[in-house]
């Protein structure tokens, strides 16, 4: 089992960025492919974003892409999230997992191991 934590969460304005980070430990979690997601209040849990191990590969939702990016440094054991251009929408709670479930890497059915999650507010 790979343990996670999220951290860089915090509140922003409208328009801004931050950069969040997901440290993982416990087996080696460089073998795995890795997302974000996020879960506002009262919604579901949306997929974000998917790395695959090398870090050469990326997927992304359509409500993100071209403002989220998400990288790894394989290295530090640490797979991160550039987001840009905030918007109020994009307040949730962010949350990286490990993809080792038997779903589709879009949902949360494709990941197993999950973080405890890290919350980002954006205010108009």
């Known amino acids: 089992q790979v343990q996670l934590v999220e951290s860089g969460g915090g509140l922003v304005q409208a328009g801004d960025s931050l950069r969040l980070s997901c440290l993982a430990s416990?087996?080696?979690?460089?073998?795995?492919?890795m997302g974000w997601f996020r879960q506002a209040l009262g919604k579901d849990r949306e997929f974000l974003a998917t790395i695959n191990r090398s870090g050469l590969g990326a997927q992304y939702a359509d409500s993100v892409k071209g403002r989220f990016t998400i990288s790894r440094d394989n290295a530090k054991n640490t797979v991160y999230l550039q987001m840009n251009s905030l918007k109020p929408e994009d307040t949730a709670t962010y949350y990286c997992?490990?993809?080792?479930?038997?779903?589709?890497?879009?949902?949360?059915?494709?990941?197993?191991?999950w973080g405890q999650g890290t919350q980002v507010t954006v205010s108009s």
């Open positions: 416990g087996r080696t979690y460089s073998v795995y492919d």
């Open positions: 997992a490990t993809r080792g479930g038997s779903g589709h890497w879009g949902t949360k059915e494709g990941y197993d191991s």
